[in-house]
């Protein structure tokens, strides 16, 4: 009988083992986790300084396009010139935030957003000091170097502080940050450009950063993803490839659309985007793993943020520079008359968080971006050379509410549709192609903007900006069926088990805290 047993006792013991070993490695992990998610002090400030970061970072996408025309006056330029002083920013941002999210997973999340927040602080006191469009230009890519390091890591910081109940509402309110800050860019750049100077949007950053620094410093808790290997190649690739595209997009409404330089950008810059899809595929660690798009939730909501940034901030790029060159209005008039749009972020966003966590995030992002399509197709309806107020506050409005209802439930999606070690990644990947969306929404808008239209007369300019806001509709409404693809949320327990990291990843030795 005890020959017999023997071979039973073995995988009984084996479990045996396997359970005490499971139970160490949970006490030893359980001092990490604790004060992580346990406490509210440390959740709150994480808030504050993600918050904070995020809204810098994401401020800086379209502060400048209320200051484009005192740009062009002050600096000169063309409108290829003024469209590379927002696209330089994006299209830097975009390229490295994946690679970003890395170096923060394996060197340390507190350390890079440190490090980020220096290189945007910096770049920031540069452009405001730019002598010329050449060298404001470079200042704003040097600008996006920074953001794209901070950018992806302070919603993983936010998630590894805040516990994953609580989640939805301080994604919430991050989202509403954030959203505010990209839709108050013009008002704020408005504002500073017609009572102060243009170069004090960048100025801006500069106190904010110096005071966040210390603050991220000592109230943050420094943490580490998979620090798998850097994806160098992948990196190459991305960046070569995005460059082409947004090159070719913005160079052909110049050069022409059968410009040698034109075509090998597009068709290179193509070539680069396929190499960067099959290294994603085939690689062991690479920056982007294409397996993550199995999942139709990531699909989904990387999809609809693509097109949504796509179809907006083309539009928000073309109509700053309507109510001023068409309508007449100052900087800060037309600043504060987008502001039915960019107002709403910040009321109806923690509420959309709210419903996230009830009902789910999926019905709340699509409704949000279907809106969002209304309005834009709405003004490309009324605009006109003498069209008034009134005629465009209805579409501002619900541009304004779909614009809030989105940002808030996409993050939560994001964040909830992959594990627990893979979230920083996916940030990145998330943030990533929302800016790609971005600068191609801007070049692909001025594209069909130049072939209607003109900066000519006012006449012309209508010409030009009636198109591209119905493009910038349809897509927007593409991402409303993108977002419908999204599985239906199981229950918030099912989301709470998704995002509740499942073991903090040991931190190396010498680690500081």
């Known amino acids: 009988m005890s020959q017999q047993g023997r071979p039973q006792e073995a995988p009984q013991n084996a479990r045996q083992n396997a359970q005490r070993n499971a139970q160490r490695n949970a006490q030893r992990n359980a001092p990490q986790e604790a004060p992580q998610a346990g406490s509210r002090g440390r959740a709150v400030w994480a808030l504050v300084v993600t918050s904070t970061a995020g809204f810098m970072a994401s401020l800086d996408n379209l502060v400048v396009t209320t200051a484009l025309p005192s740009i062009r006056e002050d600096l000169g330029g063309a409108l290829p010139d003024l469209e590379w002083t927002v696209s330089a920013y994006t299209l830097t941002f975009a390229v490295l935030l994946m690679f970003g999210a890395a170096l923060g997973d394996r060197f340390g999340r507190r350390r890079l957003l440190l490090a980020g927040l220096a290189v945007f602080t910096g770049a920031s006191a540069a452009a405001a000091l730019a002598p010329g469009i050449d060298s404001l230009i470079a200042a704003r890519a040097v600008q996006g170097v920074g953001a794209a390091i901070m950018m992806p890591l302070t919603l993983t910081l936010l998630t590894e502080a805040v516990p994953a109940a609580k989640r939805g509402m301080a994604y919430g309110i991050w989202g509403a940050v954030n959203g505010l800050a990209v839709a108050s860019g013009p008002l704020i750049g408005g504002s500073l450009t017609e009572h102060v100077s243009w170069q004090w949007i960048f100025w801006l950053n500069v106190p904010i950063g110096l005071a966040l620094l210390p603050l991220a410093r000592l109230r943050l808790t420094e943490s580490y993803g998979t620090r798998a290997p850097l994806d160098v190649r992948g990196t190459l690739l991305a960046s070569g490839g995005l460059f082409g595209v947004v090159y070719g997009l ?264």
């Open 250 to 513: 913005v160079r052909a409404p110049v050069d022409g659309w059968t410009s040698e330089l034109v075509l090998l950008g597009l068709f290179a810059g193509g070539a680069l985007l396929l190499g960067f899809v099959l290294h994603g595929i085939r690689a062991v660690n690479p920056m982007l793993p294409m397996r993550l798009f199995r999942s139709r939730a990531f699909s989904g909501i990387n999809a609809a943020s693509l097109l949504m940034f796509l179809g907006m901030f083309g539009s928000i790029f073309l109509l700053s520079q309507f109510m001023q060159g068409v309508l007449g209005y100052s900087p800060t008039e037309a600043g504060l008359r987008m502001l039915p749009w960019t107002g709403m972020p910040m009321l109806v966003a923690p509420v959309a968080g709210y419903l996230a966590d009830r009902i789910g995030g999926r019905p709340v992002v699509a409704v949000g971006l279907f809106l969002q399509a209304v309005g834009l197709g709405w003004l490309a309806s009324v605009v006109a050379v003498g069209v008034s107020y009134g005629a465009q506050l209805p579409a501002l409005v619900i541009s304004g509410v779909g614009m809030a209802l989105y940002f808030a439930p996409a993050s939560h999606l994001v964040m909830s549709s992959v594990r627990a070690e893979e979230q920083g990644i996916s940030s990145g990947a998330n943030n990533a192609l929302r800016e790609v969306g971005g600068a191609l929404g801007i070049a692909v808008m001025s594209s069909i903007f130049s072939a209607r239209g003109s900066y000519a007369t006012a006449g012309s300019f209508v010409d030009g900006l009636q198109p591209a806001l119905w493009v910038g509709a349809a897509v927007v409404a593409v991402a409303g069926v993108a977002a419908l693809l999204i599985p239906r949320n199981r229950g918030a327990a099912a989301v709470v088990a998704v995002t509740e990291p499942a073991a903090t990843p040991p931190v190396p030795a010498g680690a500081v805290n």
